[in-house]
Nanobody, 123 residues
Framework: VQLQASGGGLVQAGGSLRLSCVAP????????AGWFRQAPGKEREFVAA????????YYEDSVKGRFTISTDNAKAIMYLQMNSLNPDDTAVYYC?????????????????WGQGTQVTVSS
């Protein structure tokens, strides 16, 4: 399973970005999938996830109401729509997936990872 994240960039505070995670040949409905981020000097942390089957979504508290995770199974793409960005959102964002029963918020649960895309929010 290969994942490829893209869509990062430099944006001003209050702006928006949409990240994409492409997974050729993968059907996201058969996988738990999520986004994590890692700021300089910090550990990689959970941002959002979507569960297989019922497509339930989960968010880290600081992004609730601002970020939306979704998937397009026909295109094998997972998205992270990020609105009202602030400098604390600056990090490298990674997508991840796994087709087992896992703790969807735990970084170590996921076997498959994308390479990361940089998001920088200026104040």
């Amino acid at each position: 399973v290969q994942l490829q994240a893209s869509g990062g960039g430099l944006v001003q505070a209050g702006g928006s970005l949409r990240l994409s995670c492409v997974a050729p040949g993968l059907t996201f409905s058969n996988f738990n999938a999520g986004w994590f981020r890692q700021a300089p000097g910090k550990e990689r942390e959970f941002v959002a996830a979507i569960s297989w089957g019922d497509n339930s979504t989960y968010y880290e508290d600081s992004v609730k109401g601002r970020f939306t995770i979704s998937t397009d199974n026909a295109k094998a793409i997972m998205y992270l729509q990020m609105n009202s960005l602030n400098p604390d959102d600056t990090a490298v964002y990674y997508c991840a997936a796994d087709n087992r029963y896992i703790n969807i918020r735990r970084r170590s649960s996921y076997r498959y990872w994308g390479q990361g895309t940089q998001v920088t929010v200026s104040s």
